[in-house]
């Protein structure tokens, strides 16, 4: 018999920092993850929880009846509830998205909704460690830097919207979450899909990861998650180092020449994002190093997105494309 878990001592430190009396929301799918997430925060005194859920059309009666389940949970424990609903199908055509892309922007969209409705900064995710591991997979099959592979951070901005994500179970594995809800008897919702393999991530975490354990004799997963951390705080570090010239209306190319390829790649990624908005990828990087290094044509290049990088008098510029006519 596995010995019985309580994660709370654990959990008090990563949240010590956060203040008890304010408002905030969590992400309740009412699955194991995040059931353990809501206990724990009850068991850390956040006394203003908004739990909230986001139906996103896409498992008929069964997300019904989780909707159901986490609308009971919230009035049990005396929480605020917010349940929002899409078409996740729909804005996935229309976006030419794959459903879990869809499914994600429209619940991280609803998330700032409701925290801006109840006046939170924080929303709370129950991400864990095999979250961060897949993660960090799933970017290094694309060839990802360390931006991609430690994209699932234990704090990060949700989007432009002013209020903070935070995941206080990336330090916990499926495992120990699992032992912690054995011990504490929570009721939670099995989401069959989950067992799919039509998913990436779920292909990963059923194969890859198995696959990976018995090659290498150990469970990969916190060493993996360790490694997104450490990734993490490097590419923090690199974006507080370009973030002032980012900032400036052009870039000097006999400046830029000067910079090690490493950090060319990073101000040039935080420079364009600061005038675009955009990410670029890293093909779309490399053109651009490639035009600050040339002083013959072609002097201009499309950027995504109706923009332009232009090569001019020494200098790059980002404009918008000009209509045809």
């Known amino acids: 018999m596995k010995k019985a878990v309580d994660l709370l001592p654990r959990f008090l430190?990563?949240?010590a920092d956060l203040p008890r009396s304010a408002p905030v929301v969590v992400g309740v799918s009412g699955g194991l993850d995040s059931v353990v997430l809501l206990d724990l925060l009850q068991g850390a005194c956040f006394h203003r929880l908004v739990v909230a859920h986001y139906h996103h059309g896409l498992r008929g009666r069964a997300a019904d009846r989780d909707a159901a389940f986490v609308r009971a949970?919230?009035?049990?424990g005396g929480c605020t509830?917010?349940?929002g609903r899409g078409q996740t199908r729909v804005r996935a055509s229309q976006?030419?998205?794959t459903i879990e892309e869809a499914?994600?922007?429209?619940r991280r969209a609803f998330f700032a909704r409701t925290a801006k409705k109840h006046g939170a900064a924080i929303v709370f995710l129950g991400h864990h460690a095999g979250d961060a591991a897949e993660t960090v997979l799933f970017h290094l099959a694309r060839g990802g830097g360390s931006r991609g592979l430690s994209s699932l951070r234990s704090r990060a901005d949700l989007d432009d919207s002013g209020i903070t994500v935070v995941r206080p179970l990336l330090g916990f594995t499926r495992e120990e979450i699992m032992r912690h809800a054995q011990t504490k008897q929570l009721d939670f919702r099995e989401d069959e899909t989950n067992v799919s393999r039509v998913h990436t991530r779920n292909r990963l975490r059923h194969d890859v990861m198995p696959a990976l354990a018995a090659a290498v004799g150990f469970d990969p997963v916190p060493a993996l998650a360790r490694a997104a951390e450490i990734l993490a705080e490097e590419d923090r570090a690199w974006e507080d180092a370009v973030w002032e010239r980012a900032q400036a209306p052009h870039l000097?190319?006999?400046?830029?020449?000067?910079?090690?390829?490493a950090g060319q790649r990073r101000l040039l990624r935080a420079w364009v994002r600061a005038r675009t908005k955009n990410?670029?990828?890293?093909?779309?990087?490399?053109?651009?190093?490639?035009l600050a290094a040339s002083n013959t044509a072609p002097?201009?290049?499309?950027?995504?997105r109706g923009w332009h990088l232009r090569r001019q008098a020494g200098k790059l510029f980002v404009e918008r494309a000009r209509p045809a006519k």
């Open 299 to 304: 002097a201009k290049m499309n950027l995504p």
């Open 95 to 97: 976006k030419r998205e």
């Open 13 to 15: 430190v990563g949240v």
């Open 73 to 76: 949970l919230a009035a049990e």
């Open 103 to 106: 499914a994600r922007q429209l």
């Open 81 to 83: 509830l917010a349940q």
């Open 252 to 261: 000097e190319t006999r400046h830029l020449r000067r910079e090690p390829v």
């Open 279 to 290: 990410e670029l990828d890293f093909e779309t990087v490399e053109r651009a190093r490639a």
